[in-house]
């Protein structure tokens, strides 16, 4: 069976439950959409999906490690992950307890 793409679904989103229906061709279709934009990073709800570019890509420079750990809810931001690194640390931080 085939799933319908829908029209909101064709650009890519930042994150995949923000649509109003998600399958499984709304989830690849999305990936692909970005992928091919070099943006490999996607996020489903708290979960984020990495997709190797098989290229050097400039995501990983201070200024960008400086533009997440800045952000007190970094999902305000694109996926990435220093964005999950800083929820994870911000988690820790306000409980005072480890994982």
Same mark, same amino acid.
């Given at each position: 069976?085939?799933? *319908?793409?829908?029209?909101?679904?064709?650009?890519?989103?930042?994150?995949?439950? !923000? $649509?109003?229906? &998600? +399958?499984?061709?709304?989830?690849?279709?999305?990936?692909? *959409?970005?992928?091919?934009?070099?943006?490999?990073?996607?996020?489903?709800?708290? !979960? $984020?999906?990495? &997709? +190797?570019?098989?290229?050097?890509?400039?995501?990983?420079?201070?200024?960008?490690?400086?533009?997440?750990?800045?952000?007190?809810?970094?999902?305000? $931001?694109?996926?990435?992950?220093?964005?999950?690194?800083?929820?994870?640390?911000?988690?820790?931080?306000?409980?005072?307890?480890?994982?």
């Amino acid at each position: 069976d085939f799933q *319908v793409v829908l029209p909101e679904q064709e650009e890519g989103v930042d994150d995949v439950c !923000t $649509l109003t229906s &998600v +399958n499984d061709a709304a989830l690849l279709h999305c990936i692909r *959409v970005r992928y091919f934009k070099d943006i490999i990073y996607t996020g489903v709800a708290r !979960t $984020l999906i990495a &997709v +190797n570019p098989f290229k050097v890509l400039p995501l990983y420079a201070q200024d960008m490690v400086d533009k997440y750990m800045a952000m007190s809810d970094p999902s305000e $931001l694109p996926p990435h992950i220093f964005g999950l690194c800083q929820d994870a640390i911000n988690g820790l931080r306000s409980k005072r307890k480890d994982q």
